[in-house]
């Protein structure tokens, strides 16, 4: 009855050096290793993870993709992404029951019927997919939208990517691992980075409580622990660590048909394959590193929640959890080279992680293989918090996704 | 829900409280004479640490007052 | 069964019920479960995936099996209390939602303590009476309808129960909830407690965790068939609910525990099948006095039966049974401990994970530390809560221990699963997963018991993984060779389901985010208004006439505005009085442009950057008296502005004198607009002297209107058209609106024309032509950027992408076809641009409207070097169609500025 294969990976110890060392396990670690391998051919690589393979924000996100962002830079990258995502099942050879119902982005006010209409246009122009619904149209999509006039802020419109919707998680994450594992990336669990080797300005490995490990160029990968391991290094990130919290219901009967989210009332929601909802809450404000939040946080969410789905009033909550988002100033990610030579970044991704992830790694493999951005990178260097050339998408990010 | 000490105020909710990041970051003297590189290490740049961290918070929602203290981000302890 | 004496049921109280339609009759005091097992039923629903006969299996909150539909969509039957006429249905693993309307009103309690006491059983009951004893302001909280807990099942310690429930009842400072679940342990003892209808949040200087403990199961071949249930819940079904599950019982264990369970029922249990070569001796021959066989060192290899067990099958030997009870160990309830940040540790001796270090104030007591026996609970539990109420300020002597036998527990044998078909070995009932499928995720690689939590989804069930939890943990670690279990999944949030309607509670509805009026709101609703939601503010959007649609009311306001005279309720904008003498200086600090020097009875527009540059706010600002000024913000922004103000000012300029009041509401504002405003002026205010020598441009005066109110008048514009703002106190607001409009001379006016007549004036509004991107040179506003004095930002228009060419500028934009009007939010390009995507958009228009005084229509944009594509066509291609337009200046309508004196 198991979704998965019999073989997953091996459990290595690590050698001496390697190529590449991918510092973070998570799903962009594991997908960067796997592009290094397939599209590189760079396979001299570990992969180095502190607990197990995919356990941070990978196993705590809430599975949305999409790639409806408003910037151009974004709608490339994320775009790109959402390509990738179609074929991955079958690339990967592991059903990651990638599953395009459609995501709608509601609008409550007149200033969100502006913005929402802005960026369907832009999506259209840059090539994703995106269609204007009025309130009876958002209805027929999706019937238990409360869409009466008389609430609080009622639904004025959305947004629909129909191509946009979930996948499962876990098995992403392990569809990559299983991949870069057979083409020789060793996986190394248990493995904390404790330092860096460095000769002059350049790193030459990494420390970890498993012995020095030494490395061609290393890239980080680790979300929300991005600052704490960058500043091993002597660098310091434009990210802050915060708490984002998600919680799954019971296991229902079919209810809900695609994914919903609203910025003005603070909901994303989903049905999960097996049939629990699953929804996000908001960022708590505070930084930390605790993978736990606020209970306010959570109970604000379920009241947005009824607003939007008075159906949900009797469901229950099963399980909350948090996970660490490595938020930037301008809600985009970072991806490129850092001020230490052969020290490579990418983390930033904040509440937007999961979606991105095929793209995150195809760009980060090619930074790491060759040097250099790729085309769909460029822009979210580091080098922008200097020039001022931010891609804000705190429009798109309003709600943590 | 964190337990916050206000100093004028006393233990109070967190919710009654705006988060301020990092405390100790003041404003440039001379901004003009800053480089592109210092002004954006000021405007975006903060330390992120994994433990003790002097933070700003404000009790928004009683007496206003900005204040400081240190938490630990792991534990979610407050030092002092 | 329905034994004919004994439990703690009301035999005289016959409840009648349904399951899956089948009516029964339970008593009062029964829970569903114990009331279908009176009735003979047993076995539920089958199997969520596998399809499996199953049975109730626990008495409680670790039932896996037992999932019923009520109103809720899932439930266990374990847990709900019996009513008359409760309508069950058995669940296959998924609820339904329907959409029934709730008609329970939920709420919230603050609760603030000095010792919180979690769990009722005895070491909780004791703990609650030494700390309420003290004085000490004490909340119990257990789950369960009536306090004991494991009493109740053991039918212990009955009579000192009662007194205690009395005493505790009796104890002023003393709260006692029952059916209330703590659910949630967060930071600095913040405990979230879960009743049917109320939520409380409980902040306790002092937590003592009394949460006992749990069953473990036993993993054999076929050890899902219904009959094989804990055995701590076959003794619980019989001593409290007399409810007898089976006539001819089998027990097996690995410990202690289970022989209670035997010897309350001896008489229907034949034998005690014990993993240890040595059970403790005295109750080996307790047993054989009971006529009980004990078969040491043994274990059940496989239940037999089909549709419900039949026996079991231990070596050699198959023993016939109709309920096996079932004791793999017990596990201590750490889970609030651990959501505490509380450490575990793994025991060897008692085969368990138990409670290792706090890290909040707290204690953790009884069961769920791991003491079993009864004295050594009631001895935790005194001693807890007397040191818990010492810690916080109370005193008083630990109470005398009803119960000092000395009971000793001697040590589990655990048994992880046994030789034999894996794949019939079940080790989480409720999602099906059995020994078979934990091999296959170890044999894949896996190692981390989240990584086979994940893979095989053991544990991620209704239940959480109370029963198949450290049952997994022991199957990994065997499989794997490793010495003792690895450690656990991590325990969260919330301990048991807690419904979404609970968590919402009263926020919902109206209550959901309170609606701001302003206090001529009535007057708007009486004339018809249309409303728009602005931040929590109701505004009115516009005023259409019968058979009039939005555009026509629209251009009607705002011809009047034009030509003759209208009003708008302005009292929404954000309103900050700033005083103090350094008030000035800090304005210059903050805005753009410079304040320090503005005479006083003057006004000036001011615009607010964050640090980084981009447009914030904007508004009026009034200089009141030297040391003092009203600053207006945008609706949306009054709290941020306040907040920005109050952040600057403490934190990098303390040494400032200048201090900020949130006046918002404490001013009604009407904006009296058109060429005909001083008339209205003249009846409404006929002491201000309001012609053009007296009364200049940006400029105000305090007066008293003809009814005597005491108003600010302030001549400013937002709309090009003379105009006159009447500030009166906010409590004035709806008698001056009143006689303003009793003079029948204006047009009222909402936010749509507001918009209109300030667009074709070029005059942006933050948050709808800016977006936290835009500069004010962007805006064409470098006249408002101060070159002189330093302020918030100003560093960063030297930036490399502030000083870029092409920067997205405002413009206005003229369509082609003066009928089309272009929809707010159209992307821009140029003239022949491929329409292949991706297409190079020039930007995109952020208002559009019809013009009255135009007689067309018009927007304005954020356009690519847009000033330098004055003249120029672009085109906004939309799904149906493309719209020509003109890039023009972004002002309209008298560029002279001749209009504003009327």
Redesign the interface.
Known sequence: ??E????????PEPRAGYDVVIVGGGGHGLATAYYLAANHGIRNVAVLEK???A?GNM?RNTTIIRSNYLW?ES??IYEHALKLWEGLSAELDYDILFSQRGVLNLA????D??????????N?????DAEWLDPDEVRKFCPIVNTSPD???PVLGATLQPRAGIAKH?HVAWAFARRADELGVDLI?GCEVTGFRKHGNKVIGVETNLGPIMAGRVGLAAAGHSSVLASLAGVRLPVQSHPLQALV?????P?HPCVVMSNHVHVYVSQAHK?ELVMGAGIDPYNSYAQ?G??HV???Q??????LF????????????GGIVDVTPDASPVIGPTPVDNLFVNCGWGTGGFKATPASGWTYAHTLATGKAHPLNEPFALE?F?????I?E??AAAVAH | ???IPCPWCGDR?ETEF?Y?GQAGV???ER??E?T?EQ??E??FVRDNPKGEFAE?W?H?AGC???FNLVRNTA??E?VR | MRLPEGGRIDRTKPLRFTVDGIEHTGCAGDTLASAMIANGLLTVAPS???GRPRGIFAAGVDEPNALVQL????QLATTVELVDGLAATTLR???????E??AARYD?RNAHCDVLVVGGGPAGVAAALAAGRTGARTILADEQRELGGSLLTENRLLDWLADAVEELDALPETRVLTGTTAF?Y?????V?CASKTR?W?V?AKHVVLATGAHERPLVFVDNDLPGIMLASAVRQYVNRYAALPGENIVVATTNDGAYGTAFDLAGRVSTIVDSRSEPPAELVNRARELGIEVLAGSTVRQALGTQRIGGVRVGDREIACDVLAVSGGWNPAVHLFSQS?GKTRYDERKAAFVPDKS?QAQHIVGAANAVYDLTGCLDEGFSAGIEAAKMTGFDGEKPAAPYTAREVITDPHPVWFVDGPEGRQFVDLQR?VTVA?VR??T??????V??VK???TIG???D?GKTSGFAAIGVIAQLLGAESPQGTT?Y???YT?????L???R????L??P?RKTPMHDWHVRNGAVF???GQWKRPWYYPQPGEDMKAAVLRECRAARTDVAVMDASTLGKIDIQGPDAGEFLNRVYTNAFAKLKVGHCRYGLLCK???MVFDDGVVMRVAEDRFLATTTTGNAAAVL?WF??WA???WPDLEVWFTSVTEQWATIAVVGPQARVVLAIVAPDVDCSQDAFDFMTFKDAFLADGTPARIARVSFSGELAFEINVDGRAGARVWDAVMATGLPTPYGTETMHVLRAEKGYVIV??DT???VTPQDLGMEWIVSPRK?F?G???Y?????TRPDRKQLVGLLPTDPDELL?????L?APDTP?T???P?LG?V?SSYHSAALERTFALALVKGGRQLIGRTVL????DRTIAATITEPIFYDPEGARRDG
């Open positions: 009855m198991s998965h294969p019999d073989r997953l990976w091996r459990n607990g197990w393979l356990g196993a151009d709608a490339a409550h006010t007149l200033q019927v502006r913005e929402g209409s802005r960026r369907v246009n832009a259209r122009l840059n090539g994703v609430v609080r802020y876990d669990q219901s019971e296991l229902l009967e209810v049939g736990r606020s209970v959570i109970e604000q379920m009241a947005a929640a009824l607003e008075p159906i949900f009033a009797r469901a229950h909550v099963l399980r909350t959890w922008r200097t020039s001022g050339a931010l804000d705190h429009g | 829900m964190l337990l909710d705006h301020g003041p404003y440039p901004p003009a800053l592109d002004w954006g000021y405007l700003r404000s928004s206003r007052r900005w534990t979610h407050i | 969520t995936y596998l109103d809720d969509p899932m693993g998924k609820g339904r939602l329907t959409d309307p709730d919230k949630g967060y930071d600095q003892n913040f979230a939520l949040h902040r940040q890290v099906d499928d296959r995720a044999g894949a690689g896996m190692r981390s989240e990584h994940r893979y095989t991620t069930a209704h959480q991590t969260r949030p919330p389901p807690v419904s979404f309607a968590l919402a509670g926020d919902r509805g109206e959901h985010d609606v728009e939601n602005v640090a980084d540059g907040d109050e952040e403490q934190t990098e948050g709808q977006d936290g991107t330093d918030v100003k560093r960063s030297q930036r490399p992408d502030a929809p707010e939010g159209a992307q390009i329409l995507p991706p297409v958009m995109h952020t906004a291609p939309l799904r």
